[in-house]
């Protein structure tokens, strides 16, 4: 493993609910804001050892405001 990233997380701030299970899935890269709770990026790229995190984040927000974008070949 190099942790260099594998592929890209995007949040959308405006959809998040706040129910903060992003962050107990993967709190490696996901943070709330101190201020309204919303969704926070602590690593935009992880590495690839994160992922399957990442990926469980994702089907697990229940605004569907995480998304993984992984790079083509
Ligand atoms: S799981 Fe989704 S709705 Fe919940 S805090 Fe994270 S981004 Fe927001």
Redo the contacts with the bound molecule.
């Keep these: 493993m190099t942790g260099r990233a594998a592929a890209f997380v995007h949040?959308d701030p405006e959809r998040?609910?706040?129910?903060?299970?992003?962050?107990l899935t993967a709190p490696e890269v996901?943070d709330?804001s101190g201020e309204d709770g919303?969704?926070r990026l602590r690593r935009p790229e992880p590495p690839e050892h994160l992922l399957p995190a990442v990926r469980r984040?994702a089907d697990?927000?229940?605004?569907r405001?995480?998304t993984l974008v992984t790079p083509g070949p």
């Design positions: 949040v998040c609910c706040c129910s903060g299970m992003c962050v996901f709330q919303s969704v984040a697990l927000c229940p605004s405001a995480i």
